[in-house]
């Protein structure tokens, strides 16, 4: 029954069985070294995730295996019974031991039960006042899942050791805005915060560095991106640089932020190496751009933060149309118990998976279109089915017009993406990208400072420059992008071709061989900059 108390330390607990409880475990099993660099520092290096659920049944374990696949290892693994509301339950999971507790949310409360973000911070503060965590130095760092931004002070105040929340809605919502203004951006996101596709985001103390310019540092990395530094790494919240001054200068301690295949690539050239002509770059201004027309088609909760994004200061002007099943004053109300300031959207009743429907708000007189996942069915392959269906409606639409507007997926299950081919949008899979942010902030506190700066509405951006313009008569190398951007202070991190490739995310490169001739057929530069 799972009930019998185990005696351990220096493990990951995963307090809570939902759909994102299999995806944490497996970023966690996958990213293998950064699991032992983080728990050398507490004293063990061998991973054990305990997971505590309400019921434990073969059903668990059948999911975590579908989930793993040959990485899948009974001895690693320990489910017990438990609500995470009771302090004996926690008891049993040995949690004032753990290296780390990560607490993923619940989008859907039976009626009569208390919302995610409220049983949240009774969790967390079960946990701080319990006694066997109040004589301690160190308590367990915590990871948690909000659905609310204005819950996040709360919850902070609600536990007294290092606790950092992933507030998914915002998350989500800042990602989809963000690639509305850069399209492509979504693909790159997806890329360094899952393990398994391409490059990933990692921190790595370099002495040799230490009393080296940044520009300088930069240059010196052939088979990584160095993108930032991180100082106060052991804080609860490390200060992370996204693109600093090309003058800083590296002090002992620091934390060098790098795109990288793996953490052994993000390790500087041997000897002097000539640095970037990196100059102060500036931050740009939006005041001046048309707006954009956006249409968002389907309706979850998370769209109020969505529309808050879109509307915040210092984000690209828009114009945006809103259409659901879920009648507009409903809508309304929604929107306004958000209590945020929100862009201005017209609000319009109908179906999305009825053409006519869609046909008569004319998608192609838009220049971004987002489809959004439904939260109001069981399964994630029950919300994606009618996604597909409206997906399948609008690219017969969409066909008929020589330019169609940027497409936007947003999915619910990672298992549906095969059934977008390239060239016929982005997709992005909201909920693997909590799991995948949660799991990796636990083991690296500091990337969740750097995605904050990435997706803010002021601050560092990537976007996408047409090579052309950048090549100056040098050869068609990322070395001569890499050249050409520094002039403007920005960083060339990588190449990206939309319409390549086998999948749906086209064929991104990020750190690709410096010297290498590259294809220029419809690429871009993805480029680190200022907004």
Not at 204 to 226: H, Q, S, W, Y
Request: hydrophobic share 45%.
């Amino acid at each position: 029954r799972g009930e019998t108390p185990i005696f351990r330390s220096g493990h990951i607990l995963v307090l809570g069985w939902t759909d994102r409880t299999p995806d944490i475990v497996r970023e966690l099993i996958l990213s293998e070294g950064r699991v032992r660099r983080f728990l050398s520092t507490r004293g063990t290096n061998r991973l054990h995730v305990v997971i505590l659920a309400e019921e434990v049944g073969p059903h668990i374990h059948a999911e975590l295996r579908l989930s793993l696949g040959a990485r899948y290892s009974p001895q690693a693994l320990t489910l017990r019974s438990g609500d995470l509301l009771r302090v004996d339950h926690l008891e049993r999971v040995a949690f004032q031991n753990a290296a780390a507790i990560i607490i993923p949310g619940v989008e859907q409360v039976a009626v009569g039960e208390v919302d995610n973000d409220t049983a949240m911070i009774k969790a967390l503060l079960s946990i701080s006042s319990h006694p066997l965590v109040l004589g301690q130095r160190r308590p367990p760092r915590v990871v948690a899942e909000l659905f609310d931004r204005r819950m996040i002070d709360v919850a902070e105040a609600a536990y007294e050791g290092q606790v950092q929340v992933v507030c998914s809605d915002q998350l989500i919502s800042r990602v989809i805005a963000r690639s509305i203004e850069n399209p492509g951006l979504s693909v790159v996101i997806s890329e360094l915060f899952t393990h398994d596709i391409g490059n990933e985001a990692y921190v790595r103390c370099l002495p040799e560095l230490d009393g080296v310019r940044f520009a300088d540092a930069a240059a010196a990395f052939d088979d990584a991106v160095l993108v930032g530094i991180v100082r106060n790494m052991d804080a609860v919240e490390p200060d992370v640089l996204v693109l600093p001054p090309p003058d800083t200068i590296g002090q002992p301690g620091d934390g060098w932020l790098c795109l990288a295949r793996s953490y052994e690539r993000c390790s500087p050239l041997r000897g002097t190496v000539p640095g970037l002509p990196l100059v102060k770059g500036r931050s740009g201004d939006h005041s001046g751009r048309s707006a954009r027309r956006v249409l968002l088609l389907g309706w979850n909760d998370g769209l109020p933060a969505l529309l808050e994004e879109l509307g915040a200061e210092g984000g690209h002007p828009v114009e945006l149309v809103h259409v659901s099943t879920k009648p507009a004053n409903e809508r309304a109300l929604a929107i306004e118990d958000h209590g945020a300031r929100c862009a201005d959207v017209v609000l319009v009743d109908g179906d999305i998976t009825f053409e006519p429907d869609l046909r008569a708000l004319g998608p192609d007189s838009f220049d971004s279109v987002v489809l959004l996942r439904s939260d109001r069915y069981s399964t994630r392959d029950n919300a994606d089915a009618r996604t597909i269906v409206a997906y399948v409606l609008l690219k017969r639409i969409l066909d008929e017009c020589s330019d169609p507007p940027h497409l936007l997926i947003e999915l619910a299950g990672a298992q549906n993406q095969a059934l977008f081919r390239r060239g016929h949008g982005e997709v992005l899979v909201s909920p693997l990208l909590t799991s995948n942010m949660l799991a990796l902030v636990a083991l690296r506190p500091a990337l969740l400072g750097f995605v904050d700066q990435l997706l803010a509405s002021r601050g560092p951006e990537f976007q996408f420059r047409r090579p052309e313009s950048l090549l100056n008569g040098g050869p068609p190398t990322f070395r001569t992008f890499q050249h050409a951007v520094a002039l403007a202070g920005e960083l060339a991190v990588g190449m990206y071709w939309p319409n390549a490739g086998a999948s749906h995310r086209g064929d991104l490169r990020l750190g690709p061989p410096r010297d290498e001739l590259l294809n220029l057929d419809g690429a871009r530069v993805v480029v680190l900059t200022r907004a």
